[in-house]
């Protein structure tokens, strides 16, 4: 989800909850690699970084598409969990635990660099600077959402309500689908070269969804154990009342994709 920064957000630990991350928090879907595909990114041999990588669904998907692919995550359980899926899978995927800012990678090497739900948690300057020596100048930085819309799905919605309930503070709901062909502070040192957004369907059963819900911001990575146990308990109840043991939630996904350097003219 585009989720706002606040004061709240320095008590989060995305460890906490890296089991349901790592198990139901789904990455884009397959339409999102094959549209990249067709602009030249994720091919096979290519150099990709993944920052930020969570569980490591996109640092294995480019994996799995015959990239060579590095990866890093603040979390440290986060990048435990990201390693143990790659190795299940058998795949080879250069892992660190590092900040987006502080992540190292060789200069000029990179073909792709990507930043999935995460660049707005990052130092923008900072990471400008890194980009800049780490891509190719054929190299494609690559920002991307895939979020729930609340405003289209009911289901959706009523576990928005249920997470405000229990943490007042979470700032991501109520996400209207708003997205742009632009990225702040990324200019003039990256230049825009395409833009995509689509929405489509997300298949999830009742604990499904659950999972993905306790895999969020507003509650896994913010709440304590005992309020989680809570939460779950009146969303599974909620879920009985108002969802199919089976369901879709429809999904906005958007990528942002950008180059070094500025874009002359004349």
């Not at 998907?61 to 995550?73: I, T």
């Not at 900040?99 to 190292?104: H, R």
């Not at 990324?186 to 499904?208: K, T, V, W």
């Amino acid at each position: 989800m585009y989720e706002l920064t606040t004061e709240q957000d320095d008590r989060i630990d995305w460890g906490k909850t890296a089991e349901d991350y790592a198990k139901y928090r789904p990455g884009p879907p397959p339409s999102f690699y094959q549209r990249l595909l067709a602009l030249g990114i994720g091919l096979p041999e290519q150099q990709v970084l993944d920052l930020a990588t969570g569980t490591g669904v996109i640092a294995r998907q480019f994996a799995e598409q015959g990239c060579r692919v590095m990866a890093s995550d603040i979390a440290t359980d986060q990048v435990a969990m990201a390693k143990a899926l790659a190795q299940n899978q058998g795949l080879n995927i250069a892992f660190q635990t590092a900040s987006a800012e502080d992540t190292q990678a060789p200069n000029q090497a990179l073909d792709v660099v990507t930043a999935n739900q995460c660049f707005l948690y990052f130092d923008t300057q900072s990471v400008v600077e890194n980009l800049i020596r780490w891509l190719k100048p054929t190299g494609s930085l690559v920002i991307s959402h895939f979020s729930w819309l609340p405003d289209v799905d009911p289901i959706a919605r009523a576990s928005e309500e249920l997470i405000l309930q229990h943490n007042p503070n979470w700032q991501g709901a109520g996400y209207h689908g708003a997205t742009r062909p632009s990225y702040p502070g990324l200019s003039p040192s990256m230049h825009y070269c395409g833009y995509f957004y689509y929405d489509e369907a997300i298949a999830f059963n009742r604990q499904s969804w659950m999972g993905r819900v306790r895999a969020s911001r507003g509650i896994g990575a913010t709440l304590n154990s005992e309020q989680v146990a809570a939460f779950d308990a009146e969303h599974e109840a909620l879920l009985r009342q108002i969802a199919e043991p089976e369901f879709t939630i429809t999904h906005r996904i958007d990528a942002h994709i950008l180059r070094p350097g500025t874009v002359t003219t004349g």
